[in-house]
């Protein structure tokens, strides 16, 4: 198991140490931005250097479809070499397989952060918000190879 992540911020660090609750062992890949060179660019190197995973998580959708991009253009097939997941629950209409992800509710994440920006303005303090998530499985995760 190998995990690639965002520049570190609460919400990041939070997503790890959830992965690291399962899979104590995971290896970082590499902090890179939520854009498709980036992670190809990051995951390339990393498998470059002779890294070995059955399965890449990423913080992000972009992230995890750029490791499929990468994966592909290596010719390693995803899932049967390799499964990929992301973050977001964002359409990656550029991809043939829907990403296996964490779905978060985006509109209601956009109105708890503009209700903690109009609290603030008002001098209050923003109130801690915990949204729900939800498990998509996708065509990018199978069963491990053998």
Do not use: N, Y
Request: glycine content about 10%; some cysteine.
């Amino acid at each position: 198991m190998a995990t690639l992540t965002l520049e570190p911020s609460h919400p990041q660090r939070e997503r790890e140490a959830g992965l690291r609750e399962v899979f104590p062992d995971a290896e970082v890949i590499g902090v890179c931005a939520s854009d498709l060179d980036s992670a190809q660019r990051a995951v390339g190197a990393w498998w470059d250097r002779g890294g070995e995973a059955t399965a890449v998580v990423c913080q992000s959708d972009v992230q995890a479809a750029g490791v499929v991009l990468e994966a592909r253009r290596r010719g390693m097939d995803v899932p049967g070499d390799v499964s990929v997941a992301g973050f977001d629950g964002v359409p990656t209409p550029w991809l043939d397989l829907e990403l296996t992800t964490v779905v978060q509710p985006l509109a209601e994440k956009g109105r708890a952060t503009a209700r903690a920006v109009l609290a603030r303005i008002s001098g209050e303090d923003g109130e801690d918000v915990l949204l729900p998530v939800r498990m998509r499985v996708g065509g990018s995760t199978g069963a491990a190879p053998l």
